[in-house]
């Protein structure tokens, strides 16, 4: 065992065999099973053991039978799989009403035996189910039907077992589970609820409560029905522990009651109740078990729901330090121990001043050892300043000082700071100076609004210093002639607008000055309209589905069959758009592990909320990566990824629908898993499933968009001979495009190893880099007219750092086959005759964000962008129309792009030598 304040250790419990066999063995055959799960139950309460669930170690087992069979020294190879560090097996023998259990334990980090033991006894005392055999027999009968997905076989031996004994908690717990994985989620909440709050010590408890929130979302609860559940199963929680995902950690043990907090947290910031929600993220981040990385992802999510000192409820307040006109300062040191939530962030605390004074300035002297740049960071109001320390040869320390103004009428702040490191930062000494106006100073009144409203806009007066003006809302000022400044954030509208904007204004005493900017009026271009945000519908609970700072779309790098399954940038928002019946527009995206959508019926100026997309669509299991074209038969046709097979692999499914709202049960389309799947109906009615994976391009063939037929290879992936990496010369996303004369287009992300080199030989190398290809082909059997799409010009080697994103694209009369994205940089880029692709830079709508286009019948272009920041929680969705794209793009710089076929092994990029700069004539003596 472990000791005290060790990790815990990973331990995995196999199924045991029985030595006996033929019908005299089969009337046991279900303790194969039935020990390992009552040996999993009893050692998970162990606090040093970190076992592998029942469900896990199954899946292995499934997985290497459906991969071959069942192997020689299977017991080792299953428990390596599942980075165990313990192996748990054995066997049995039931002979005369007695039984003999031989149990060995391996140790799979020295490859050795670490243990072994041998119990015999009469059957009903050695498994402690004297009176529950016949119940345990149909339980564990009822566990193989389920293994295998047959979940209404399954349940009738739950329910037989329950009638055998009606106080069985695992027959319960199973029963309602059954309900669950039928869909049938109006009859699974109640069952799993009421499991939860009778038999909270079981081991399945935290399963219980898991499946039970994932129950309540699918069965359509609002908001206020999600919190009321949440309270009335909190106080049931005593000791219950569960899994939650959480990204770059894998799955995070924790207490339920920490789950609850989170999920909490977030329903009541969807609510607009910031106190509530702050509370309930401060409690969470109190359970000091939950991994450090997780608990500062915890406290950013604190730091961005609190706005105002008003907002943070008592059990959240520290001190509050007060700063009075007498003592206009604070001193204090970096401490280790108040981390505001990031590694190189110390909390310095809040800061408030009496009601007859404002916060005008303030001021942080800060002075080091080191020569490292310091900052101060006001997180309520959020605003931020560096500097870079200065070497004091008196003191022989480096000194750095830091000064900003906080928006007008400020009274408290919540401040930190710190260096670029922790190691050397805590201990620092800091002295912060307070600069107040007195409140009778403030005697003028200032009022700001921006039109169109937008993300990333701020306005500043530049009058004794500069200071950010709050938008929308009055606020009062010290009179003076100033001129204030709108600044648009370069992150979301920078290439819009012609900014900055100045307007000179005078704030006079007793009077309220009203000032608004009118972006229209400053286009930089005119062929798009400002942007149309696309709200996510307030109605639809989401609950914390995991440590992640915002939206997952898929399920990250997957393992399949012993190699790894390119899942290219899964934390991206990868939207679609679709136009629909009647010029109708659809965008989805995949959120949370659902599907969601929203329509516009007015060319893009409008659109619904997002909305998760209905059963049997979305389901208890993750859905992502979705796809969806409207056929000629006038029917939606959805592809996704989902892992709802027993085998728990993320393979792709289809479903169709006649209005958005009825969805036919999703069909299983191959059993290929891949990071993304793109469909398209050919000119011969055929529907045509497209998935990126190790081995090439897969190509998957249906008549009906529910019958499919095996995955073929079209373009097979040519890896290295020597890989640097296990995904190098994979394909995680590709789609195929039909142009007009039935000809094929391939556009695929490829991971490829670049060697940059200058005109000397030198130069950086990279591994894996994610490389945007796209060849055509008459057939889809030879592929020509290759072209790299990622290559800008070549003189800086930090453009192949830039993430790779999927693009967008869509055929515009006039302007040819159109791709729109961020492939290395943001850009455009669209072929006429299949042959010649060019290129243009991206006018910078939303940076950062993923891109879908469409075009409607009437001409329009509409682009929809998903992103999500750093301070946000749920992901920001907008729309871009113009009615004259083609034009536009027909009138920009276009930059041929080479062609390039993909390569086995390294891709050279020779980069141009730059520039020499003029030589200037020698300076007169």
Wanted: proline letters at 7%.
């Amino acid at each position: 065992m472990p000791a005290a304040g060790d990790e815990p250790l990973p331990v995995a419990v196999l199924n045991f065999a029985n030595q006996v066999q033929g019908p005299a063995g089969a009337e046991w055959d279900w303790l194969e099973k039935g020990l390992a799960d009552l040996l999993i139950n009893d050692l998970s309460r162990h606090p040093g053991l970190q076992l592998v669930s029942r469900e896990q170690m199954q899946l292995a087992i499934l997985r290497m039978q459906h991969a071959g069979g069942l192997l020689p020294e299977w017991q080792e190879k299953v428990s390596k799989q599942l980075q165990a560090a313990r192996a748990v097996f054995g066997t049995y023998r039931v002979d005369g009403g007695k039984i003999s259990i031989s149990a060995t334990v391996l140790d799979l980090l020295k490859d050795r035996p670490a243990g072994q033991v041998v119990v015999t006894g009469p059957a009903g005392q050695v498994l402690k189910l004297e009176k529950q055999v016949p119940a345990a027999k149909l339980l564990y009968q009822g566990v193989d039907h389920f293994d295998y997905g047959r979940y209404e076989e399954a349940w009738l031996h739950f329910r037989r077992a329950l009638r055998q004994d009606a106080t069985y908690a695992d027959a319960r717990y199973w029963a309602a589970r059954m309900f669950y994985y039928q869909l049938r989620y109006e009859h699974a909440l109640p069952e799993l609820e009421s499991f939860v709050r009778e038999f909270p010590g079981h081991s399945r408890a935290g399963d219980g409560l898991m499946e039970s929130a994932d129950a309540l979302l699918l069965t359509g609860a609002s908001v206020p029905q999600a919190v009321d559940y949440c309270r009335r199963v909190l106080p049931h929680l005593e000791g219950v522990h569960v899994y939650c995902p959480a990204a770059g950690l894998g799955h995070v043990r924790m207490k339920a009651a920490t789950y609850l907090h989170l999920c909490l947290g977030d329903l009541h910031h969807q609510l607009g109740d910031t106190r509530a929600s702050a509370e309930h993220l401060y409690r969470a981040w109190l359970d000091t078990a939950v991994p450090d990385e997780a608990r500062r992802q915890i406290r950013r999510f604190l730091s961005h729901a609190v706005h105002r000192l008003e907002d943070v409820p008592p059990i959240c307040r520290p001190e509050i330090i007060r700063i009075t006109p007498d003592r206009p300062w604070h001193e204090g040191t970096f401490q280790a121990s108040a981390s505001a939530g990031m590694a190189e962030t110390y909390h310095l605390g809040w800061f408030q001043c009496d009601d007859d004074h404002f916060i005008d300035a303030l001021t942080m002297s800060v002075s080091s050892e080191h020569e490292m740049p310091f900052w101060l960071r006001s997180v309520v109001p959020a605003q931020y300043r560096s500097k870079r320390p200065t070497f004091n040869k008196t003191s022989r320390r480096w000194e750095a000082t830091i000064t900003f103004r906080p928006p007008a009428m400020t009274r408290h702040l919540q401040l930190a700071g710190a260096g670029t490191m922790t190691d050397w930062a805590a201990g620092c000494p800091y002295r912060i100076d307070f600069e107040l106006l007195p409140t009778s100073r403030a005697t003028a009144s200032l009022h700001v609004e921006v039109r169109p409203e937008g993300t990333g806009v701020r306005v500043a007066l530049h009058g004794r210093a500069p200071k950010n003006v709050p938008l929308g809302r009055t606020v009062r000022l010290a009179p003076e002639s100033s001129r204030a400044c709108l600044c648009v954030d370069e992150q979301f509208w920078h290439h819009l607008y012609k900014t900055p904007l100045w307007q000179d204004v005078t704030l006079r005493e007793g009077q309220l000055t009203r000032l608004v900017f009118d972006l229209n009026r400053s286009r930089r271009d005119t062929c798009w309209q400002a942007a149309v945000r696309i709200p996510i519908s307030a109605a639809e609970p989401i609950l914390f589905r995991g440590l992640t700072k915002g939206a997952q779309s898929g399920p990250g790098s997957l393992r399949g069959k012993g190699e790894e399954i390119a899942a290219h940038d899964p934390q991206s928002l990868l939207p679609g758009l679709l136009v629909g019946k009647g010029g109708r527009l659809v965008t989805y995206a995949a959120l949370f592990g659902d599907l969601w959508l929203s329509t516009s019926g007015d060319e893009g100026a409008s659109w619904t909320p997002l909305s998760r997309l209905p059963r049997p669509v979305n389901s208890a299991h993750w859905e992502g990566s979705p796809c969806l074209i409207l056929d000629d038969r006038g029917r939606y046709c959805l592809t996704f990824l989902s892992d709802r097979n027993i085998l728990r692999r993320y393979w792709p499914y289809a479903s169709v629908s006649d209005d958005l709202v009825t969805w036919s049960r999703p069909a299983k389309v191959s059993e290929v898993e891949s990071g993304g799947v793109s469909l398209i109906q050919d000119a011969r009615g055929e529907y045509l499933l497209t998935q990126g994976t190790t081995r090439g391009v897969l190509v998957t063939r249906s008549p009906d968009c529910l019958a499919w037929q095996g995955p073929s290879i079209v373009w097979p992936s040519q890896d290295g001979a020597k890989p640097r990496e296990k995904l190098e010369g994979s394909v995680p996303q590709a789609s195929l495009f039909q142009w007009p004369d039935g000809s094929y287009q391939l556009i695929m992300i490829r991971y490829q190893s670049v060697q940059e080199l200058d005109a000397d030989g030198r130069g950086c190398v990279m591994y894996g880099t994610p490389m945007l290809y796209t060849g055509h082909s008459r057939d889809l059997a030879g592929w020509t007219d290759w072209h790299l799409l990622t290559a800008a010009e070549r003189t800086d080697t930090a453009r192949w750092g830039w993430p790779c994103s999927f693009p967008g694209y869509c055929f515009i009369p006039g302007a040819g086959l159109v791709l729109y994205g961020s492939f290395h940089d943001r850009a455009w880029a669209r072929a006429a005759d299949k042959a010649c692709w060019v290129r243009c830079p991206d006018v910078g709508h939303v940076y950062g964000a993923r891109q879908a286009i469409a075009r409607t019948p009437k001409g329009t272009v509409v682009s929809v962008h998903a992103h999500y920041g750093t301070s946000e929680r749920l992901p920001s969705f907008c729309a871009f129309v113009s009615d004259n794209a083609a034009d536009w793009l027909n009138q920009r710089t276009w930059t041929r792009m080479p062609k390039q076929e993909p390569l086995r092994g390294w891709l050279i990029i020779q980069r141009e030598p730059k520039p020499k700069p003029a030589s200037r004539p020698a300076a007169k003596p």
